[in-house]
Nanobody, 122 residues
Framework: VQLQASGGGLVQAGGSLRLSCAAS????????MGWFRQAPGKEREFVSRFSWRGGVTYYIDSVKGRFAGSRDAAKNTWYLQMNSLKPEGTATYYC????????????????WGKGTLVTVSS
């Protein structure tokens, strides 16, 4: 499985962006996908996780109600809609996929894509 994230850019605080993550290869093996972010000078932070076939979705508290994940099965692509962005959301965002066996830890994934930079200006 290979992943390619896109959709980052510069946005003003309060604005919105939609990130995309296109999967290729053995996509039928994907069990869950997730998003992480890494702000300059900080450690990578888990943001969200949802089941590839729908079902349980998890978001960290700081993005609940503002971020929403979705999937276009036909395109093997999942998205992260980010609304009401805040300057502290400035980071490189990474998508990730979980492959069998399904990970027990919510922030554990097997495959990572290259990041896409999101800059939120105040």
């Amino acid at each position: 499985v290979q992943l390619q994230a896109s959709g980052g850019g510069l946005v003003q605080a309060g604005g919105s962006l939609r990130l995309s993550c296109a999967a290729s290869g053995s996509t039928s093996s994907i069990t869950s996908m997730g998003w992480f972010r890494q702000a300059p000078g900080k450690e990578r932070e888990f943001v969200s996780r949802f089941s590839w076939r729908g079902g349980v979705t998890y978001y960290i508290d700081s993005v609940k109600g503002r971020f929403a994940g979705s999937r276009d099965a036909a395109k093997n692509t999942w998205y992260l809609q980010m609304n009401s962005l805040k300057p502290e959301g400035t980071a490189t965002y990474y998508c990730a996929a979980d492959l069998p066996p399904r990970s027990i830890k919510i922030d554990e994934f097997d495959v990572w894509g290259k990041g896409t930079l999101v800059t939120v200006s105040s």
